[in-house]
């Protein structure tokens, strides 16, 4: 099977062309006729964090949020911030503590706001999909009213920069999202949650805080054969945010502890369909 030289494809999950004799996948050809312009990207980043007064933080309790979290204080010091959790209803309980604990520590006033996404997690699990986008959408949506009810402009995202060219985004009603973690590599993110009161959580998947997603994954394996993260995480090996070795970790079956799939398939009234 070909594999992508640049990026963790294969032919499972993209098309691959030998070109000057190596494989490379159709997204490595783009962004090799469209490369990066990584300083560019960071000079956007510094010019708009130095309007941002006051800014909602996107937090997820979650490693890459927490990162957010700290880089907005310490580093940007915008003078008022508001670290807001959005609980989806299956959030490891370790994510909710770290999040309470990092925002005490770094003084930023931290609102949790508490939903029941059954109905999306439910229907990932029954069609094998993954149920990220539907999620993150519906926590972005909530985030930007919240916004908006608060008088914030902007709201502060751990979001790295897969696909798109700039480290923000225009919402409805000119609600601003900056991603705030835009090519920032794997490593400097883990020397950041080292000073911090946080506690990596064992989870199975790309997580530090979502108990769906080890079953999701697993449930997509089975039907698909491979990661619904796959081209996500390509996209960071391919801008060398990630090494292969610990992106081919993340993108191969989870194992999911028995505990954590009952926890999961009899909240979401899943448990007689998926578990004996
Ligand atoms: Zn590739």
Known sequence: MLKCSLCIHDERTAKIDIIDGKPLCREC????????????????L??????????????????????????AKEVYRVPELEAVMVDHGLMAREAIENARRVAEVLEVPFTL????Y??????????????????????MEKLRKYALRNGYHYIITGHELPFGHHPYRVMKDG??????????????????????????????????NCLVLG??????????GHSFEHRRIAALVRYGLMDREKAESEVAKPVVPEGQKKFVYQKLGLDTLFLE
């Open 215 to 224: 079953p999701a994954l697993e449930r997509y394996w089975e039907v698909h």
């Open 46 to 71: 510094e010019e708009l964090m130095e309007k941002v007064d006051r800014a909602v933080i996107a937090y997820s309790g979650g490693k890459d949020s927490t990162v957010a979290l700290y880089l």
């Open 175 to 208: 609600i601003i999202q900056v991603r705030l973690l835009s090519l920032m590599p794997e490593r400097e993110r883990l020397e950041i949650l080292k000073e911090l009161p946080f506690e990596l959580p064992e989870l199975p998947g790309y997580t530090t």
């Open 29 to 44: 050809q783009v962004y090799l006729k469209h490369p990066l312009n990584r300083e560019a990207i960071r000079r956007e």
């Open 113 to 116: 706001l508490r939903y029941d």
């Open 118 to 139: 059954s109905d999306i997690f439910r229907e990932a699990l029954l069609k094998a999909q993954s149920p990220c986008r539907a999620c993150s959408k519906r926590t």
